[in-house]
Protein backbone atom coordinates (compact mmCIF):
# COMPACT_ATOMS: atom_id res chain seq x y z
CA UNK A 1 0.00 0.00 0.00
CA UNK A 2 1.09 3.24 -0.60
CA UNK A 3 1.67 5.74 2.06
CA UNK A 4 -0.65 9.06 2.11
CA UNK A 5 0.76 12.00 1.19
CA UNK A 6 0.84 14.64 3.79
CA UNK A 7 -2.19 17.07 4.33
CA UNK A 8 -1.59 20.62 3.88
CA UNK A 9 -2.39 21.17 7.46
CA UNK A 10 0.22 18.73 8.50
CA UNK A 11 2.94 20.67 5.85
CA UNK A 12 1.85 24.21 7.45
CA UNK A 13 2.44 22.84 11.20
CA UNK A 14 6.06 21.36 10.04
CA UNK A 15 6.58 24.57 7.98
CA UNK A 16 5.97 26.59 11.04
CA UNK A 17 8.16 24.49 13.66
CA UNK A 18 11.18 24.94 11.18
CA UNK A 19 10.61 28.58 11.39
CA UNK A 20 10.15 28.94 15.34
CA UNK A 21 13.61 26.19 15.48
CA UNK A 22 15.61 27.85 12.99
CA UNK A 23 14.77 31.65 12.57
CA UNK A 24 16.29 33.09 15.97
CA UNK A 25 19.59 31.57 14.85
CA UNK A 26 19.50 32.29 11.37
CA UNK A 27 18.90 35.79 12.11
CA UNK A 28 21.65 36.33 15.06
CA UNK A 29 23.84 34.45 12.34
CA UNK A 30 23.04 37.19 9.79
CA UNK A 31 22.84 39.92 11.78
CA UNK A 32 26.37 39.00 13.20
CA UNK A 33 28.00 39.42 9.27
CA UNK A 34 25.38 41.97 8.13
CA UNK A 35 24.25 45.45 9.13
CA UNK A 36 20.23 44.95 10.81
CA UNK A 37 18.69 45.88 8.03
CA UNK A 38 20.43 43.80 5.71
CA UNK A 39 20.05 40.65 8.00
CA UNK A 40 16.45 40.88 8.72
CA UNK A 41 15.95 41.45 4.78
CA UNK A 42 18.02 38.28 4.08
CA UNK A 43 16.32 36.32 6.08
CA UNK A 44 12.76 37.01 5.48
CA UNK A 45 14.07 36.13 2.18
CA UNK A 46 15.38 32.88 2.86
CA UNK A 47 12.05 32.05 4.56
CA UNK A 48 10.39 33.36 1.46
CA UNK A 49 12.65 30.78 -0.56
CA UNK A 50 11.58 27.66 2.16
CA UNK A 51 7.94 28.42 2.26
CA UNK A 52 7.95 27.73 -2.15
CA UNK A 53 10.07 25.14 -1.63
CA UNK A 54 8.49 23.35 1.36
CA UNK A 55 7.20 20.01 -0.05
CA UNK A 56 9.53 19.36 -1.94
CA UNK A 57 12.36 20.16 0.29
CA UNK A 58 10.18 17.69 2.90
CA UNK A 59 11.60 14.98 0.89
CA UNK A 60 15.05 15.49 1.10
CA UNK A 61 17.38 14.15 4.20
CA UNK A 62 18.30 16.77 5.87
CA UNK A 63 16.46 20.00 5.65
CA UNK A 64 18.10 21.81 7.47
CA UNK A 65 21.46 21.42 5.91
CA UNK A 66 19.79 22.89 2.50
CA UNK A 67 18.49 25.89 4.45
CA UNK A 68 21.46 26.78 5.83
CA UNK A 69 23.74 26.27 2.85
CA UNK A 70 21.43 28.60 1.04
CA UNK A 71 21.13 30.72 4.06
CA UNK A 72 25.13 31.06 4.06
CA UNK A 73 25.83 31.43 0.82
CA UNK A 74 23.16 34.62 0.72
CA UNK A 75 24.80 36.19 3.84
CA UNK A 76 28.44 35.71 2.54
CA UNK A 77 27.36 37.33 -0.76
CA UNK A 78 25.71 40.43 0.58
CA UNK A 79 28.55 40.53 3.06
CA UNK A 80 30.96 40.24 0.08
CA UNK A 81 33.35 37.69 1.66
CA UNK A 82 32.99 33.97 2.10
CA UNK A 83 34.06 32.38 5.54
CA UNK A 84 35.19 28.91 5.80
CA UNK A 85 32.35 26.32 7.58
CA UNK A 86 34.99 26.30 10.30
CA UNK A 87 34.66 30.14 11.07
CA UNK A 88 30.70 29.82 10.68
CA UNK A 89 30.96 27.64 13.29
CA UNK A 90 33.11 29.12 15.56
CA UNK A 91 30.79 32.20 15.07
CA UNK A 92 27.92 30.44 16.34
CA UNK A 93 29.90 28.81 18.83
CA UNK A 94 32.30 31.25 20.22
CA UNK A 95 29.95 34.02 19.80
CA UNK A 96 26.66 33.47 19.42
CA UNK A 97 26.81 30.70 22.47
CA UNK A 98 25.06 28.03 20.48
CA UNK A 99 25.48 24.70 21.30
CA UNK A 100 26.98 21.79 19.74
CA UNK A 101 24.00 20.11 19.40
CA UNK A 102 22.11 23.97 18.48
CA UNK A 103 24.65 23.76 15.64
CA UNK A 104 24.26 20.55 14.59
CA UNK A 105 20.49 20.82 14.23
CA UNK A 106 20.54 24.62 12.64
CA UNK A 107 22.94 23.23 10.07
CA UNK A 108 21.82 20.16 9.39
CA UNK A 109 24.66 18.12 10.27
CA UNK A 110 25.83 16.00 13.06
CA UNK A 111 27.75 17.11 16.58
CA UNK A 112 30.28 15.23 15.18
CA UNK A 113 31.24 17.31 12.01
CA UNK A 114 30.65 20.08 14.62
CA UNK A 115 33.59 19.36 16.95
CA UNK A 116 35.57 18.77 13.99
CA UNK A 117 35.03 22.27 12.35
CA UNK A 118 35.79 23.90 15.46
CA UNK A 119 38.84 21.68 16.43
CA UNK A 120 39.67 22.90 12.80
CA UNK A 121 38.89 26.83 13.73
CA UNK A 122 40.85 26.64 16.88
CA UNK A 123 44.05 25.05 15.07
CA UNK A 124 46.73 27.90 13.92
CA UNK A 125 46.08 29.51 10.44
CA UNK A 126 49.62 27.68 9.39
CA UNK A 127 51.25 25.07 10.50
CA UNK A 128 55.36 25.76 12.55
CA UNK A 129 58.13 25.48 10.05
CA UNK A 130 61.00 25.40 12.24
CA UNK A 131 61.96 28.41 10.82
CA UNK A 132 62.08 31.19 13.03
CA UNK A 133 59.61 33.93 12.78
CA UNK A 134 59.69 36.90 10.45
CA UNK A 135 62.40 34.68 7.95
CA UNK A 136 62.22 34.51 4.54
CA UNK A 137 64.58 32.34 2.89
CA UNK A 138 67.16 33.32 -0.03
CA UNK A 139 65.69 32.32 -3.39
CA UNK A 140 69.24 31.17 -4.45
CA UNK A 141 70.49 30.25 -0.85
CA UNK A 142 71.04 26.85 0.86
CA UNK A 143 67.85 26.05 3.08
CA UNK A 144 69.49 27.23 6.35
CA UNK A 145 70.34 30.55 5.32
CA UNK A 146 67.83 33.29 5.73
CA UNK A 147 67.18 36.46 5.69
CA UNK A 148 64.92 39.00 7.79
CA UNK A 149 61.52 40.36 6.53
Same mark, same amino acid.
Given at each position: ? @????????? *????????? %????????????????? #? #??? *??? !?? *?? %????????? =??? @????????? #? @???? /??????? +????? /? #???? =? *????????????????????????? =?? $?????????? !???????????? $??? !???? +??
Amino acid at each position: M @KPTPPTAAV *LTTAFYAFY %DLHRPAYHAYAAARLPQ #E #EAQ *LSV !TQ *LF %DLIASNWTW =LMT @KQRPSAWAW #E @KHTL /AVAHRAG +HTPTP /A #EDTA =L *LHDDLRLSIDRIATITGTDPARVTA =LL $AAARRPQHPP !TGRPQNCIPYPQ $APR !TACR +HA
